[in-house]
């Protein structure tokens, strides 16, 4: 067995009604005023006021940056950094998708050492600790309330950049699962898939270990046999769904991630495609190309997702690629990139970026630029 290392920091708090532990948590941190990050769909239907009156409850004072959008902009870390800076705050409460999420990890690494988020990409430069940031996920899919990692646009040159240090960890996360029972179906099914994606990908990761593999099959286990339920209703299922979310944030922080991952950030960039939504277009494609470097654990992942699997002794890896285009089908997910807005003549342009992630090198079959291209022409 390989040497490997593992560590979970963080302090998580999960159940319904959870958010009321909002005051409490803030209050460990013995420090006066918040800025709370989010988006302007949670500021219009009033959830960012409750943060608000939480945090007034432990008689700490707020200020709020609701101007957080998909796929986030480099423009949109500086302006939060700045607004942090001027508000006085000393510490973020961070509210919302893997957007806000991001945007307030990429801000606080500004707001203590300057500079642009563009200074700070890739891994280990970060120089040191940032303020504590209590992260409140309000979807089931990124993760990213317990991940080292964020993911920025650089809208200058169409790329999706990643900043990672492990002191992007959320000193807290909390997980109420009635945060994520009024989200729109669309946006259920691209964020369930993305983080069925990262469970998936962290399983097949070449950096895999037993402790990553551990999360990783214990949510695909839950996604799998919620997701369905969780996009027809989201009242259903809701904290399995937010649960299984949250062990595959740890396992891919663990272990990373794999081509899709590489292969959908430019189709984000390029395009503005939702990144649940680009990652699930490009998974079937993926996953037929992983086929012969599967290591064994196709059944395993087939037996989560698949509504009537077969037995093992039945299985053929090509199963998996089908069972994860009928979930697509299922979900109203455009069953192509060209449906989902992309055009071709980018493809070259997308497989060098694709190219530069790290993602690449630990995807189970060894892949080159060409092959890059070549997934992206048969997921068109």
């Known amino acids: ?11 998580v708090i999960f159940g ?37 009156d939480a945090l007034k409850a432990a008689e700490i004072e707020s200020e709020a940056f609701t101007e957080t959008e998909g796929n986030p ?10 607004i942090y800076r001027k508000s006085g705050a000393e510490f973020i409460v961070a509210f919302g998708g893997g957007s806000p ?22 891994g280990g430069k970060v120089p040191g600790p940032i303020m504590p940031v209590i992260a409140i996920p309000t979807t089931a899919g990124t993760g990213s309330e317990v991940t080292p990692f964020a993911v920025i646009t650089d809208h200058s040159r169409n790329y999706k950049l990643s900043v990672s240090s492990s002191y992007l960890l959320p000193s807290c996360a909390i997980l109420d699962p009635e945060l994520i029972a009024s989200v729109p179906e669309k946006t259920a099914a691209a964020c369930g898939v993305d983080a069925l994606v990262h469970a998936l990908e962290a399983y097949l990761s070449l950096a895999a270990s037993p402790f990553s593999d551990m999360f990783a099959l214990k949510a695909l286990q839950m996604i799998g046999s919620s997701l369905r339920a969780y996009v027809a209703d989201r009242n259903q299922e ?36 939702p990144h649940g939504m680009a990652n699930a277009v490009l998974l079937p494609t993926v996953a037929a190309y992983n086929e012969q470097a599967a290591q064994g654990k ?70 080159t630029r060409a092959d890059v291209v070549e997934l992206y022409k048969q997921a068109f």
């Open 1 to 11: 067995m390989k040497t490997f290392s593992f560590s979970i920091p963080q302090n």
């Open 16 to 52: 319904k009604g959870s958010l009321q532990e909002l005051p409490q948590a803030a209050k460990k941190l013995k420090k006066k005023k918040a800025l709370i990050i989010s988006g302007p769909h949670l500021q219009k239907i009033g959830m960012v006021g409750k943060c608000r």
């Open 73 to 82: 902009g480099t423009e949109t870390v500086e302006k939060a950094a700045e």
């Open 101 to 122: 999420l991001d945007v307030a990890k990429a801000a606080g690494v500004l707001a203590v050492y300057g500079g642009r988020i563009t200074d700070y990409e890739g």
């Open 238 to 273: 809701a904290e399995t769904m937010l649960l299984g979310s949250l062990f595959a944030g740890i396992a891919f922080s663990h272990a990373r991630l794999g081509n899709v991952h590489a292969m959908s950030h430019p189709v984000s960039a390029y395009f503005n495609v």
């Open 298 to 367: 196709y059944y395993d992942i087939y037996r989560c997702i698949a509504e009537a699997p077969v037995s093992e002794k039945e299985f053929v890896p090509s199963m998996l690629a089908e069972a994860l285009r009928l979930l697509n089908r299922e979900l109203g997910i455009p069953p192509c990139l060209k449906e989902a807005g992309v055009k071709a003549e980018y493809f070259e342009a997308m497989a060098d970026d694709a190219m530069k992630s790290g993602n690449i090198a630990v995807n189970p079959r060894k892949t």
